[in-house]
């Protein structure tokens, strides 16, 4: 007698996507015709698939011969990791903080 | 009357019921043409090409409630096309041309005839869903993999086109068949649920953003040599209508895929326009030099019905009102020029102008329904006005057409009647180094130049729906979500605070709490502020029908279509609808499922990913809390009702003072468990029978 049950699913045609990841973040940015996208001062050169941030403080950012890779650039980090590792940043996060007190 | 409405009653009352009566001959094949007076021109060569445009239409009309009988008559069709045109010569493929006697007029197997036997099949195997259905798309897949699969990429324009190259023999290659062949695939994906038709759309999506649009010019090359080089600028045209028709199609493979194309939709919709207007601004002429001269001195009516159907997926992408007033004039134009004429049968239209407006077209060709057919729908949903009685009543008449139980369709109450309540409380640190404890992601910009935060407040700021909302997060959040509010003019009705990090349920239920002593009959939406949603301007009207299954007591969740096998997303499998479009009955909800089951979910088809989204009365929420885990909400009515509160500004005030903030008590809150709502309702389906029920 699951009639009486009150969850509802309403199926809605929306483009939508839960940014867990920085791999979301660069699909939702879209790219060129080689997958490549970025954000602040960034040169990506005989890459496929690069998604660069770069922050206003960062320093100027440049790629080559890449695949499938994040690069994120602050004032005080940057960080390059392949797209597979993308979900488990945040172990990463805990390891570098860990050294950076050291 | 308002252009869309006199669209739709065009379509369904008028042209629907025209081709599917004086259109058909006895065999039930589509005729090619009719006169001005509706008569068909019995003795026309047929395109196999054709017949399966119209026999999507009527799979999709039938589908959609407006053509009864639309699915039966399609199918008929599709029985005798299948006996005249696949492989009468033992080889396999659909043939070119037919005569109206249903002998073959041209036994070429042609991939632009292959890409629509495909699209037609794929919308008839939802209509009609018969097994001889599947067997054909099957086969035709099988067929064209086998045979138009060109080493060089996309699909040759013939069979044995490696062998003709190999011999020394030249064809220019067209994207035109590639442009089908991704509407094929998307729609195959649609009604299949089998992914790999959504792996063949991004490889012909690929190839459109390598070789068909040309970045500098921002046009569509429509010529090619056999391995992709664009033809000599003496035979390039430029078709405005192929490039409103792409705008459209990649707006699709967005909304299919949630990858951005706002790179090339963007500049190749305004070159449409800047290239492709006659002089009277109004139309898109059919082609041009690339000089910019016309090279036909003519204006169909299918590049129209593309520049609607592109201004509008623009509209659906973008949200900009000027977007949708454009569309408005352009169906507005559409009309008054083709389809209104003293001598037409009521659904005919004029197929062809020359530039100084001159009548060009002699007949009504069947496959210019195919262009109108979508363009029609896409007005109807993106042109009317929100009119929630419209939709609600529609909900009810649909119901009971179908057999349902016939519910009584509840009325939203006019002007804004939805709380929205922005869970913003998450510390995750996946985007790191951007994000921090106290900076977490759904405050950063990482989109757009608006942090999600913002862009989730923007999305629930419709004031014709939405009240003020509030915003649950942690302490140290606090001062930046208000300051993030004030920053996009958002005045936020207040804040509940709590004391440590957790799941969303006892955010949820702690707000509904204080909600519903404040209104009794309180609506809310509890929406996640880390998610990114492309269409932010049409957002609220997805509530016009799920908000009508809220007030006859449902918990409303929203489910996507999903696009991939994710493991990180949590899933809803949908059962039996429930009377009200759109809505359906929970079979249940799964928490993040390993690849193989994440692959199996997607191959199915009846598995949608769990936006997070809940809509909800808040008296039937908390009850069924208090079914779930009654103590738990014990727990945090005692949270809410011993929590710190401080008078904030109020409605209208427009200093910068802090909005009301509510603490929640921290000894009470710490007992709460940290889990989300769907894996509560989840466990309580999984209770023995015994379990009392209300």
Not at chain 2, 260 to 274: C, F, H, Q, R
Not at chain 2, 321 to 330: C, F, H, N, P, V
Not at chain 2, 446 to 459: G, V, Y
Request: hydrophobic share 45%; aromatic share 8%; net charge negative.
């Amino acid at each position: 007698m699951e009639k009486t049950d009150r969850a509802a699913v309403y199926s809605a045609a929306l483009t939508w996507s839960d940014i867990g990841s920085w791999n979301e973040i660069a699909m939702a940015r879209g790219g060129d015709a080689r997958g490549n996208a970025g954000r602040g001062r960034a040169t990506i050169v005989d890459s496929s698939g690069v998604y660069a941030h770069v922050l206003e403080d960062a320093p100027h950012v440049a790629v080559a011969g890449l695949k499938d890779v994040i690069v994120i650039a602050t004032g005080d980090t940057i960080l390059i990791a392949s797209k597979d590792k993308a979900r488990s940043i945040d172990a990463i996060a805990r390891i570098v903080e860990a050294d950076r007190e050291e | 009357m308002r252009a869309n409405h006199w669209f739709e009653e065009w379509m369904v009352e008028r042209a629907l019921p025209l081709w599917s009566t004086r259109g058909i001959d006895r065999a039930g094949a589509f005729h090619e043409k009719l006169d001005f007076s509706g008569a068909p021109h019995a003795s026309a060569i047929r395109r196999v090409r054709v017949q399966f445009r119209q026999i999507y239409v009527y799979s999709a009309a039938s589908l959609l409630g407006l053509c009864k009988g639309g699915d039966a008559l399609a199918f008929r069709a599709f029985e005798r096309v299948r006996e005249l045109a696949w492989s009468p010569d033992g080889r396999p493929g659909w043939v070119h041309l037919l005569t109206p006697e249903g002998a073959v007029h041209d036994a070429k197997r042609d991939a632009y005839d292959q890409a629509f036997s495909l699209l037609g099949l794929a919308w008839l195997h939802r209509a009609h869903p018969d097994p001889s259905v599947k067997r054909a798309i099957d086969e035709t897949v099988a067929f064209v993999d086998e045979n138009f699969a060109a080493r060089s990429g996309g699909w040759w324009e013939t069979v044995d086109q490696d062998a003709r190259t190999a011999r020394g023999e030249t064809q220019l290659r067209r994207q035109n068949p590639h442009m089908h062949a991704l509407e094929a695939m998307l729609t195959l994906y649609e009604s299949t649920g089998d992914r790999s038709f959504l792996d063949r759309a991004r490889e012909i999506y690929h190839l459109f953003a390598a070789r068909f649009y040309d970045w500098p010019s921002n046009v569509i090359i429509e010529y090619f040599d056999a391995d992709w080089r664009p033809a000599s600028r003496a035979r390039q045209r430029i078709e405005p209508g192929h490039m409103a028709e792409w705008v459209f199609l990649i707006r699709e493979y967005e909304r299919l895929t949630g990858e951005n194309v706002d790179a090339i939709a963007d500049p190749l919709y305004a070159k449409t326009i800047e290239l492709g207007l006659d002089p009277s601004g109004r139309f898109l002429i059919d082609e041009l030099m690339l000089d910019g001269s016309p090279s036909k001195r003519t204006r169909r009516l299918w590049p129209q019905t593309e520049y609607l159907k592109a201004t509008l997926s623009q509209y659906r992408a973008k949200g900009d009102e000027a977007l949708r007033q454009k569309g408005d004039k352009i169906l507005t134009d559409l009309i008054e020029e083709y389809l209104s004429g003293e001598d037409l049968v009521p659904g005919g239209w004029i197929d062809a102008f020359d530039l100084e407006g001159g009548r060009v077209a002699k007949d009504m060709p069947a496959s210019t329904l195919y262009h109108l057919f979508p363009a029609f729908v896409m007005a109807r949903d993106l042109l009317a006005r929100r009119s929630r009685r419209r939709c609600a009543a529609r909900a009810a008449t649909l119901a009971s057409e179908s057999g349902a139980q016939p519910q009584p369709a509840a009325q939203a109450p006019e002007g804004p009647h939805i709380t929205p309540i922005i869970l913003a409380g998450g510390r995750g640190s996946r985007l790191w180094p951007l994000s921090k404890p106290e900076t977490p992601k759904q405050f950063l910009e990482l989109i757009s130049d608006r942090s999600m935060f913002q862009e989730t407040l923007a999305r629930v700021s419709d004031p014709e729906t939405f009240k003020a909302p509030v915003v649950v997060c942690q302490a140290d959040q606090a001062a930046t979500a208000c300051a993030q509010a004030a920053a996009i003019g958002v005045d936020l009705a207040g804040v509940i605070v709590e004391p440590e990090a957790r799941n969303s349920a006892p955010a949820i239920i702690a707000a509904a709490i204080d909600a519903h002593r404040r209104d009794k009959d309180a609506i809310l939406l509890a929406t996640p502020a880390d998610h990114a949603i492309r269409e932010t301007a049409l957002f609220s009207q997805l509530f016009a029908n799920a908000v009508s299954a809220a007030l006859d007591g449902a918990i409303v969740t929203f489910g996507i279509t999903p696009t991939r096998p994710e493991t990180g997303y949590g899933y809803i499998r949908a059962g039996a609808p429930l009377g009200v479009a759109g809505a359906f009955e929970v079979a249940e909800f799964v928490e993040k499922p390993d690849l193989a089951a994440a692959r199996a979910f997607l191959a199915t088809g009846a598995y949608l990913w769990n936006s997070g989204l809940l809509l909800f009365r808040a008296e039937d929420f908390l009850e069924e809390v208090r079914r779930w885990d009654a103590a738990m909400l014990d727990t945090l009515e005692e949270a809410v009702e011993a929590g710190k509160r401080k008078e904030g500004r109020t409605a209208g005030d427009r200093s910068d003072a802090a909005p009301p903030t509510l603490k929640l008590a921290e000894k009470p809150f710490a007992r709460s468990p940290s889990v989300s709502v769907a894996m509560r309702s989840w466990r309580r389906r999984t209770a023995p029978p015994s379990t009392p029920r209300r």
